[in-house]
């Protein structure tokens, strides 16, 4: 067609149209659309500019004009209604309910502590209390401090490859590296640097190969030993019952067990009553399995030759030690049947401590 006519045509086509259009649109967002329509890269009225170099160069001045007038129509009229748009939602905005400053805010949740640092730190200010004082040791240790010195003969099963997790030390081939696992390096690095009397306890992370639902690969010990002279399994008793009275209540029943560790002699596990259940309600009781009795923890007094590889004589000195198992007292005062609950970090479960 002749760019000529097809101007003429096009202008006369669109015509007064966009005027409907544009005051049907209720947001700006159709506003703008229409708009583009017209306006736009391919918008009609951009398409027909784009004749504008085949028309003959006597028509051009008058077509020129044409479209440009009806251009700028377009946007005096897309101008005039974004204005109303906009009034209206403001008008709306101040009609609205007022948004009341003084109604009290959403507060945060409060958290807290994870129920295992609870307990952790519940049992540490006991011992605190009674007098130990609180260290710390690494979770990569040597096997020396983890087995060797603890009087583990070399071919104990715990440190066979299906117990222990072996840790490759770039440069360090000589000396064997693992994940402790027990806190009772403690006693190992404590009792070598100095000299008695020393109480101490410690807790924080251990590691096995084990997962189940009593068992997880990385779970949490405390650990505790008292060397002095005369230092007797009388008082391992005593300050054992101190703390689980402390722990469960004035009067709860204790029981000391005969039990066997390398690194001591005699050894104990230390039991309490369970709370969970009564004579009559034990045999279906689900946290103490109807024995009436929670095994709290290990214990006994530290073997001599322990002393003796940590440079204290035995002759002169003497001490108990204990370990407990910090998982195990959370699950038993929570009744949790899972301790794999105690590691997915599930807020629906923590919230319930
Ligand atoms: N280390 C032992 C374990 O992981 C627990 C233990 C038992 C620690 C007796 C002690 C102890 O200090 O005397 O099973």
Known sequence: MDPTAEIEQGLSAFGEDFRAQFAAAESELTLRSARAELLGKKGRLTQLLKLMGRVP??????????????????????????DELSRAAREADLKATPFDLSLPGRAPARGHLHPLTQVREQVLDTFEGLGFEVASGPQVELEENNFTKLAFPPDHPATDMQDTFWVKVAGAESARTLLRTHTSNVQVREMSQRQPPMAVVSGGAVFRRDDDVTHSPMFHQIEGFWVGEGVSFSHLKGVLTAFLER???????????????????????????????????????????????????????????????????????????????????????????????????????????
């Open 247 to 353: 722990m469960y209540g004035a009067g709860v029943a204790v029981r000391f067990r005969p039990s066997y560790f390398p690194f001591v002699e005699p050894g104990a596990e230390v039991d309490v009553a369970c709370d969970f259940c009564t004579e009559t309600t034990c045999a279906s009781c689900r946290v103490c399995k109807g024995t009436r009795w929670l095994e709290i923890l290990g214990c006994g007094m530290i073997h001599p030759e322990v002393l003796e590889h940590c440079g204290i004589d035995s002759e002169r000195y003497t001490g108990f030690a204990f370990g407990l198992g910090v998982e195990r007292v959370a699950m038993r005062r929570y009744g949790i049947p899972d301790i794999r609950l105690l590691f997915e970090n599930d807020p629906r479960f923590l919230a319930q401590f």
């Open 57 to 82: 160069a006597d028509q051009r001045k008058r077509l020129g004009e044409a479209v440009n007038a009806s251009k700028l129509e377009v946007e005096a009229c897309f101008q005039a209604r974004l």
